[in-house]
C-alpha cells in the first residue's frame, strides 16, 4: 500500500530555513502522470494551507504567498521528496504534512510533522 511519512529538524530559528523531506513507499514518485506530490501544513489552530506540489517528471509550482521562499526538491533513488522554506519566522510554526495529489483533491496523506520555530 501507498505510504508517506515525514522527517524534519522539529525546531528552527528565525531566518533559517525549514527543511523536511517526505519518504514514499508503494508508488514511484516518477511513473505516473495523474499523481502529484503535495506538501501542506497546518498552523496551531488554524486550517490547512496548501504550500507547493511535484509532479512526475519534477516540475514544482507553489503557493503564491510562498512561492518566493519556497523550494521543493526530489531525490528518486530514495523515492523522496523534500520542502525547504527560506527566511523562517515563527508564523512558520506548522504541522507540515506531505500527501499525494489526484485528480479528486488530496489522498494519501503521511502523518505531519511538527516544526517550531523559535521566536
Known amino acids: 500500500q501507498v505510504q508517506l511519512q515525514e522527517s524534519g529538524p522539529g525546531l528552527v530559528k528565525p531566518s533559517q530555513t525549514l527543511s523536511v523531506t517526505c519518504s514514499v513507499s508503494?508508488?514511484?514518485?516518477?511513473?505516473?502522470?495523474?499523481?502529484?506530490w503535495v506538501w501542506i501544513r497546518q498552523p496551531p489552530g488554524k486550517g490547512l494551507e496548501w504550500i507547493g506540489v511535484?509532479?512526475?517528471?519534477?516540475?514544482?509550482y507553489s503557493s503564491p504567498s510562498l512561492k518566493s521562499r519556497t523550494s521543493i526538491s526530489r531525490d528518486t533513488a530514495k523515492n523522496q521528496f523534500s520542502l525547504h522554506l527560506r527566511s523562517v519566522t515563527p508564523d512558520d510554526t506548522a504541522v507540515y504534512y506531505c500527501a499525494r495529489g489526484e485528480d479528486y483533491g488530496l489522498g494519501i496523506w503521511g502523518q505531519g510533522t511538527q516544526v517550531t520555530v523559535s521566536s
Open positions: 508503494g508508488a514511484s514518485i516518477t511513473k505516473n502522470s495523474d499523481i502529484d
Open positions: 511535484l509532479d512526475y517528471v519534477g516540475a514544482t
